[in-house]
C-alpha cells in the first residue's frame, strides 16, 4: 500500500533518540503498522545529567540529532508527527533550554510526557503487535526510567514508572566503563529496593507471559542468543543467562575489553546498568524467561496518531 500516509514518532529517550517512520497496512483483515525507516541516534542525555541539569555535550548531541531528523521530516504535516520526552528531559532542570533549540532543531512540538503515559504507549506498541488475551508483564528498562506494567490483550491493568535506567546506573555505579563486584552488588540491591516497593501488588495479580520492551531488553536478548549464555540455548532471557554474562563483565572488569557476539559498540556503556536492572526484576518478580519485543514506545505513538486519523 504505497500511497498510504505516512506518520512519524520521535523517542527523545535517555540513551538514545529514536525516528520512526510508518503507515498503516491491511493483513489478514486487520490494520497494522508497517515500518518504513528508523533512524537512530546514541545521544546519552542520562550521562549529561550533572547535578539535575543536561550538560553542554548532552544538549548539543541532542540538537544535532533532532536536525537530522528534521530533515528527513520535511513535508510531512504536524498533525502525522509526534515527538515525545522521556525520563531524562522530566528530570532535567534546564528541559526548557533544552526543548525551546530542540523544537526549531526539529521543526515539530515536542511533548514531555510522564513515566505513566509512557507506560501507556509502550503496553500499546506491544500490544498491537504481539496480540493475545493472555495476562503479560511487560518490563520498559530505558535510560533514565523503568516502566512496570501489567496487562491483558489490550487492556492495561497496572502501571508504574520507576526513576532508575541503565544509563543512570551506568554512570552511576560503573564510572567510566569499569566493573568491580562490590559495585554490581550495590547497583542490584540499590534496584531491588526500588522494584520491591511495587512487587506485592504486582505477583498478587500474577501473568502468564513476561516481555522486555526497550532496547535494553533487545540487546540483552541479541547477546544471551549469540553467546549461548542462556539455560539449554533458549532464546529471549533467562535468569541463569543474565548470571553467566555478569560473570563474565566480572572477568574482563571494564566494558571496553568485552569481546562478545552481537554487542554493537555503541551499547557497550549502557549494558552493566541494563544488566543489572534486569537481574534485579528477575529476582524481584520471580521471572524465569522473557521474550524480547522490538515494538514498544514508538510502536505506540504511532498507534495513537494513526487511531485519530
Known amino acids: 500500500m504505497k500511497d498510504a500516509p505516512l506518520f512519524a514518532a520521535i523517542d527523545l529517550g535517555s540513551n538514545a533518540f529514536r525516528l520512526m517512520i510508518g503507515q498503516s497496512v491491511r493483513r489478514n483483515q486487520q490494520m497494522v503498522i508497517q515500518e518504513v525507516k528508523t533512524l537512530r541516534e546514541p545521544v546519552r542525555l542520562a550521562e549529561g545529567l550533572q547535578g539535575g541539569a543536561l550538560d ?61 503515559e509512557e507506560a501507556q504507549l509502550v503496553y500499546a506498541g506491544v500490544a498491537h503487535t504481539l496480540p493475545a488475551q493472555n495476562t503479560r508483564l511487560v518490563v520498559d528498562i530505558g535510560g533514565g526510567s523503568t516502566e512496570m506494567i501489567i496487562g491483558r490483550g489490550d487492556q492495561l491493568l497496572v502501571t508504574e514508572s520507576i526513576a532508575i535506567g541503565s544509563g543512570t546506573f551506568g554512570a552511576h555505579y560503573f564510572h567510566g566503563g569499569r566493573i568491580v563486584a562490590q559495585a554490581l552488588l550495590e547497583a542490584e540491591r540499590a534496584a531491588t529496593v526500588q522494584f520491591e516497593r511495587i512487587a506485592r501488588r504486582y505477583r498478587a495479580m500474577g501473568w502468564q507471559q513476561a516481555i522486555g520492551s526497550s532496547g535494553t531488553a533487545r540487546m540483552l536478548a541479541k547477546v544471551l542468543k549469540a553467546n549461548g549464555l542462556n539455560d539449554d540455548d533458549q532464546s529471549g532471557i533467562t535468569y541463569g543467562g543474565l548470571l553467566r554474562l555478569s560473570l563474565r563483565l566480572l572477568e574482563v572488569k571494564h566494558v571496553k575489553h568485552l569481546k562478545l557476539a552481537g554487542l554493537p559498540t555503541h551499547r557497550l556503556s549502557i549494558l552493566p546498568g541494563g544488566l543489572v536492572l534486569m537481574l534485579a526484576a528477575f529476582k524481584v518478580f520471580g521471572i524465569t524467561h522473557m521474550i524480547a519485543s522490538e515494538p514498544g514506545l514508538r510502536f505506540g505513538v504511532l498507534h495513537g496518531l494513526m487511531s485519530r486519523h
Do not use: M
Open 56 to 116: 553542554e555535550l548532552a544538549l548539543d548531541r541532542g540538537w544535532q540529532a533532532l536536525a537530522r531528523f528534521g530533515k528527513k521530516l520535511r513535508g510531512f504535516e504536524a498533525r502525522r508527527v509526534r515527538a515525545v520526552a522521556t525520563s531524562a528531559v522530566r528530570e532535567a532542570d534546564n528541559a526548557p533550554l533544552f526543548l525551546a533549540s530542540a523544537e526549531r532543531h526539529l521543526g515539530f512540538r515536542i511533548d514531555v510526557i510522564s513515566g505513566h
